[in-house]
């Protein structure tokens, strides 16, 4: 069992900067592969971003490229979510999500366990 809680989301002008934290507890975390998803009111959860048990391998979505960047302590059990250059649609509740694998997956049925979210607003 892994429980994942996040942190760091709030309220931001857009062109602004946040970076979103995930700590883990309970089983070993350097052996599961990490990701990034969001959602939107009225739409349906995406893959924002994912990351390899080492760190050595990560993943974006088209829309984020260039702007966020995932990556992962695991000395803390702690993996991040730095987003840069944001705008009015990133505006969503995120979550963190661990995998019971090793390497990143794209799809939300790929991981097992989640955490309970927090709302990132970027105004205009």
């Known amino acids: 069992q892994v429980q994942l809680v996040e942190s760091g989301g709030g309220l931001v002008q857009a062109g602004g900067s946040l970076r979103l934290s995930c700590a883990a507890s309970?089983?070993?975390?350097?052996?599961?592969?990490m990701g990034w998803f969001r959602q939107a009111p009225g739409r349906e959860r995406e893959f924002v971003a994912g990351?390899?048990?080492?760190?050595?391998?990560?993943y974006y979505t088209d829309y984020v490229k260039g702007r966020f960047t995932i990556s992962r302590d695991n000395a803390k059990n702690t993996m991040y979510l730095q987003m840069n250059s944001l705008k009015p649609e990133d505006t969503a509740v995120y979550y963190c999500?661990?995998?019971?694998?090793?390497?990143?997956?794209?799809?939300?049925?790929?991981?097992?366990?989640w955490g309970q979210g927090t709302q990132v607003t970027v105004s205009s």
């Open positions: 999500a661990a995998r019971i694998a090793a390497e990143w997956a794209t799809w939300a049925g790929a991981y097992a366990y």
């Open positions: 309970g089983r070993t975390f350097s052996s599961n592969a």
């Open positions: 990351i390899a048990w080492s760190g050595l391998s990560t």
